[in-house]
C-alpha cells in the first residue's frame, strides 16, 4: 500500500535549521510529484509547493522562497525539505502529500522554533 | 491567488442527519485542460488531512458514497449523508488549478 513517513518532531532554536524527509512506499516514486503543505497550530492549510520527483525541479510558493529547499534521494524513494534561519513563526506541522491531487499524506513532523 | 471561502466555519449535526459546505472560488476553476480541479479534504482530530473528493464529484479510493461533491466553476459543495460518528473533524476545500495551490479556511463538524 502507498505510504509516505515522515521523519520525527523537530525543535529548533530561531537561526537553526532544520531537515525534514519524507520516505515514499508502495509506488514508483518518480512518476508523482511530491507537495509539501504547512499547518501552524491551530491553524488551516497553507501549499508550500511541490517537486518534480523526475526531473527534481522545485516549485516553490512566493512565501516559502529563500529559506525553504525542496530536494530529492530519489534512490531512497524520499523527499526532504530544509528550512534555514528558523523563525518563531516556522513553528508549525509540516506534511508532503503525492501527486496533483494530494491523494496520499505523511503523518506530518511538529517543527517547534523556540528560544 | 484564487481565495477559496468555506462557509459555514463550524457546523452541529446529529448522528444520522445531513450537511452541506460551502466552497466558493474568487476565480473559475476550469483549467485549461477542460477539467476542475476542486477537491475535499478532512482532517480528523491530530491526523493528516485525507482526500475525499477529487475534481468536483469524484469520491476517492474507499470513500463511502454517503459524501458527494457538486459543483462548477467557482461555486461548490461537498454534502454528507447520514452522518456517522467518524464523520467528525475538520473539512477543507482545495483548488489545484493554478499556482498557489490554496485551500479554504476549513469547516468544523461537530456532533449536536
Known amino acids: 500500500q502507498i505510504q509516505l513517513v515522515q521523519s520525527g518532531p523537530e525543535l529548533k532554536k530561531p537561526g537553526e535549521s532544520v531537515k525534514i524527509s519524507c520516505k515514499a512506499s508502495g509506488y514508483t516514486f518518480t512518476d508523482y510529484a511530491m507537495h509539501w503543505v504547512k499547518q501552524a497550530p491551530g491553524k488551516g492549510l497553507k501549499w508550500m509547493g511541490w517537486?518534480?520527483?523526475?526531473?527534481?525541479?522545485?516549485t516553490y510558493a512566493d512565501d516559502f522562497k529563500g529559506r525553504f529547499v525542496f530536494s530529492l534521494e530519489a534512490s531512497a524513494s524520499t523527499a526532504n525539505l530544509q528550512i534555514s534561519n528558523l523563525k518563531n513563526e516556522d513553528t508549525a506541522t509540516y506534511f508532503c502529500?503525492?501527486?496533483?491531487?494530494?491523494?496520499?499524506w505523511g503523518q506530518g513532523v511538529m517543527v517547534t522554533v523556540s528560544s | 491567488d484564487v481565495v477559496m471561502t468555506q462557509t459555514p466555519v463550524s457546523m452541529s449535526v446529529s448522528l444520522g442527519g445531513q450537511v452541506s459546505i460551502s466552497c466558493r472560488s474568487s476565480?473559475?476553476?476550469?483549467?485549461?485542460?477542460?477539467?476542475?480541479?476542486l477537491s475535499w479534504y478532512i482532517q480528523k482530530p491530530s491526523q493528516s488531512p485525507q482526500l475525499l473528493i477529487y475534481?468536483?464529484?469524484n469520491r476517492f479510493s474507499g470513500i463511502s458514497d454517503r459524501f458527494s461533491g457538486s459543483g462548477s466553476g467557482t461555486d461548490f459543495t461537498l454534502k454528507i449523508s447520514r452522518v456517522e460518528p467518524d464523520d467528525l473533524g475538520v473539512y477543507y476545500c482545495g483548488q489545484g488549478t493554478q499556482y498557489p495551490y490554496t485551500f479554504g479556511a476549513g469547516t468544523k463538524l461537530e456532533l449536536k
Open positions: 475534481k468536483v464529484s
Open positions: 517537486i518534480n520527483t523526475y526531473t527534481g525541479k522545485p
Open positions: 476565480q473559475s476553476l476550469v483549467h485549461n485542460n477542460g477539467n476542475t480541479y
Open positions: 502529500a503525492r501527486g496533483t491531487l494530494l491523494a496520499h
